[in-house]
């Protein structure tokens, strides 16, 4: 199902709207966030994917983190914690 | 015939009671405006500067006549053409925004004309619309020109009547401040707020760096057209003491909302001209320095005059106040085709500038004016070039002020999501989710663009939004004013000293 998300990766400018689906991955929506702020962010950090203030396993698909339409998720920078690209 | 002093006290008081209907009927509070008062209340409101009609019809003659005067002397074709690039853009901005908002305010001040609660009110606001009339239809004439040599010059006109991004913020601006609105919220809003306050910055500062710019149209049209803002301005300021009087708790609201709504527009219109699309040679400050003398301080003195506190938001405006509009503008560089004027990057010694008058947050945005520049340096030659620095997801806006999402910092953007009544909102910043929640009503139907969207109301796919949508076709969409061909993109990123266009 068709999932549209706020996106704010950590040193962009703006927030983006990202269509999402809710059976992909936490890995693969911050992939499209990378992309899509990529002239603006140097994306070559590792980053967490937070929503609703907890950092998201990147392997759980969307459902599984319990996301909801239109709401907002961040790609804040990783200090060695979790994942990376 | 009677002299002036005799005459002009009886053609502006001219108030009666009324036999066969009610003050409530002939004034319904809807549209005259909160709070409601019985005209024994009004019955002195007293403006400061008077005038006949007499009087305004020769001074408004005489003020055309100076116009026309500049135009045939500096206005003419070759005249703009040897302006800076830059600037003409930040000409374009302004010709778009200006001139169908003014015609908005002769419909406010024609409501202020029938509704206001006092004769004089009423005359002085029939004065105010003819004013605002005329603020319409001299830059529609002067720009007229322009459109054979650039059709981006005809969005001067097509600009409001389009459903491009920022179009749909101004006329959500303007469609609250000046078309929809009642005359008490309307006289405070515009007049004392837009008027007093932020047109001083189209109409004082940006006039100044015109005249450096050699762009003497432009400011002789806006210093001619501050003449009149001064004294229709005066409407607002005696409104506002009576407001203020009875319900200072509301009066304090209409001045904290239209100041924050004012701001962020106006952030954009003259933050971008003055800090980006003026040559640095050419700015005798900033326009955080401009902010801080005409605004930040007759707005203290506003607050002062009429015994209002500041803003509950104030420290949140005064971070604004250093990176709102730089976020704006670098956003928007990276979506230049969805608007209408063309674009120009800030060179290593404009940034700078911009560092030495914006320290708080400038590493942020040099990080993200480098990573552009990489994308320029990294396109291939060729007709792609520009497409190759351009963003393609779809920018997510703010649903009260409908401007993108670009509040706060790089770091830490403002953004936040309401969930209200079963549907999901979400603003830029927490002052525009406070301005909804005060009147929900009155905002939570309007569907921002990514509702437009996703209800299939409006093109989801970017080229056809772009030209069915926003209206631009490949001639009038912005650009890079230099295709991302500046000399300095090849050097090293802070010693370069060559600068394209300035």
């Not at chain 1, 936490?26 to 962010?41: I, Q, T, Y």
């Not at chain 2, 209340?41 to 001074?59: G, L």
């Not at chain 2, 909804?436 to 921002?448: M, N, S, T, V």
């Amino acid at each position: 199902m068709s999932l549209p998300l706020y996106g704010f990766m950590e040193g962009d400018t703006m927030g983006l709207l990202i269509q999402a689906d809710e059976q992909e991955s936490v890995r693969s929506l911050a992939g499209k966030l990378r992309d899509a702020a990529s002239l603006r962010v140097d994306g070559s950090y590792d980053m967490d994917v937070v929503y609703q203030g907890i950092v998201l396993d990147p392997d759980s698909t969307l459902a599984q983190a319990d996301f909801r339409p239109l709401q907002r998720f961040d790609l804040r920078r990783n200090h060695g914690l979790s994942e990376s690209r | 015939m009677l002299n002036r002093e005799d005459w002009l006290p009886l053609a502006r008081k001219l108030d009666w009671e009324f036999s066969y209907t009610t003050e409530q009927e002939v004034y319904p509070e809807v549209i005259s405006g909160h709070p409601w008062l019985p005209h024994s209340n009004w019955q002195n409101w007293e403006e400061a500067f008077k005038t006949s009609y007499r009087e305004y019809v020769q001074n408004q003659h005489e003020k055309d006549m100076a116009v026309y005067a500049v135009r045939d002397a500096v206005g003419r074709l070759e005249n703009v053409q040897s302006l800076a690039t830059p600037w003409i853009n930040g000409l374009k901005i302004h010709a778009a925004a200006l001139p169908l908002a003014e015609f908005t305010g002769t419909i406010g001040n024609l409501r202020g004309a029938r509704f206001g609660r006092d004769s004089a009110w009423r005359a002085m606001a029939c004065f105010g619309a003819l004013d605002e009339f005329r603020h319409t239809q001299i830059p529609l004439l002067l720009m007229h020109e322009l459109v054979r040599w650039n059709p981006q010059f005809d969005w001067a006109h097509k600009f409001y009547h389009t459903n491009n991004w920022f179009a749909i913020a101004a006329r959500h601006l303007f469609d609250e401040l000046t078309l929809g609105q009642n005359a008490i919220e309307f006289h405070i809003a515009t007049n004392v707020i837009l008027e007093t306050g932020f047109t001083n910055l189209q109409f004082v500062g940006l006039a100044s760096l015109a005249h450096e710019a050699g762009d003497y149209l432009f400011e002789k049209m806006v210093t001619s057209i501050q003449t009149d803002e001064a004294r229709h301005a005066q409407i607002g300021h005696s409104v506002l003491a009576m407001v203020m009087k009875h319900d200072p708790e509301y009066a304090q609201y209409l001045v904290d909302k239209w100041f924050w709504r004012n701001w962020h527009m106006f952030s954009i219109l003259t933050g971008v001209s003055m800090d980006y699309l003026t040559a640095a040679d050419q700015r005798s400050g900033s326009f955080k320095e401009f902010m801080d003398e005409w605004i930040v301080d007759q707005f203290f003195r506003t607050l002062d005059e009429f015994g209002l506190k500041k803003p509950w938001y104030w420290d949140i405006f005064l971070d604004e106040l250093e990176v709102y509009h730089h976020m704006i503008y670098a956003s928007a560089y990276t979506y230049r085709s969805t608007l209408w004027f063309d674009f120009v990057m800030p060179s290593p010694n404009d940034r700078e500038w911009l560092r030495q008058k914006y320290p708080k947050y400038w590493d942020d945005m040099e990080a993200v004016w480098a990573s552009i520049g990489e994308r320029w340096k990294s396109a291939e030659p060729g007709p792609n070039k520009e497409g190759s620095t351009l963003g393609t997801a779809l920018p997510a806006f703010c649903e009260l002020c409908q401007l993108p999402l670009c509040a706060g910092t790089p770091r830490n953007n403002a953004a936040n999501v309401l969930s209200h009544e079963g549907r999901d909102y979400i603003f830029c910043s927490l002052p525009c989710r406070w301005i909804f929640l005060r009147e929900p009503e009155r905002y939570a139907d309007h569907k921002g663009l990514v509702k437009r969207i996703l209800a299939e109301e409006a093109p989801g796919d970017f080229a056809v939004l772009l030209k069915d949508y926003f209206q631009l076709t490949p001639e009038t969409s912005g650009k890079d004013v230099y295709a991302g061909d500046y000399d300095w993109l090849s050097k090293g990123p802070l010693d370069a000293t060559t600068r394209r266009g300035f």
